[in-house]
């Protein structure tokens, strides 16, 4: 794993802009994997305020809340509208449908876009725990695109984005860890000190499943960008 330490969101963002910019302009970026939340709302304000074109690029996202719609304000589909979409077009987008409760059909479906697509870029953030997409502590480095239960610490960060706790979903569907390692490449962004003791085990521990993102050690092309906050614990 690469690791770039910078000042701040703002200078991780410019960091992926330029990574993301190189792909466009030598044609080996044609499916982009999003992620959503508030560690890369900065890198999509750059993308937005920029000239990149996206129109020969399909996008596919990391995860979905399932039992909200596309029109729920607090739905990822309805995050990445207001964040890039609706600005940044691109050829096709994908997210799982939170509202399909069929959780074996939906998840099937999902996998089969991913396979037909293969992600020549993913973008990651990571959780408190370590989870990415929600493979949460446990989750298989195998596991492929499914319904995952949402543990009560990712419930509580979430909370903040919701009137109520209560309204918080308690279930998503989300590329497994093992979808997510079939990524050519990876970036993976970190920023706050509430993100070190994450960021410390993912360097200073081994590879765990109780550390999701600790499978990054086993891809051959990982970069990750973290700000001096979230580098805080490093030794």
């Known amino acids: 794993m690469k690791k770039i330490i910078v000042k701040d969101n703002l200078e991780g963002a410019k960091v992926g802009f330029d990574i993301i910019q190189e792909g466009l302009q030598n044609n080996s970026l044609k499916v982009l994997g999003l992620a959503t939340g508030s560690t890369p709302e900065s890198l999509y304000k750059l993308i937005r305020e920029s000239d990149l074109d996206f129109s020969e690029v399909i996008s596919v996202n990391l995860d979905e809340y399932v039992g909200l719609d596309a029109t729920h304000d607090q739905s990822y589909q309805y995050f990445m509208k207001e964040n890039l979409f609706n600005v940044k077009p691109f050829k096709a987008s994908y997210l799982p449908n939170g509202a399909n409760l069929d959780a074996e059909a939906e998840c099937t479906a999902y996998e089969k876009i991913l396979s037909e697509n293969p992600i020549d870029l993913q973008i990651l953030g990571i959780g408190t725990n370590g989870h990415i997409g929600f493979n949460e502590p446990g989750s298989s480095f195998d596991s492929v695109t499914r319904k995952v239960e949402l543990t009560p610490e990712t419930i509580e960060a979430n909370s903040r984005f919701f009137e109520s706790k209560d309204d918080v979903p308690t279930h998503a569907y989300s590329m497994g860890i093992g979808t997510i390692l079939k990524s050519k490449k990876i970036i993976l962004f970190a920023y706050g000190e509430n993100k070190a003791e994450a ?15 600790s499978a990054l050690k086993n891809h051959p092309d990982v970069t990750v960008i973290i700000d001096e906050a979230a580098a805080s614990k490093l030794s």
Not at 199 to 213: C, K, M, N, T
Request: proline content about 7%; glycine content about 6%.
């Open 199 to 213: 960021i410390r085990r993912l360097f200073e521990e081994g590879v765990s499943e109780d550390l999701p993102a």
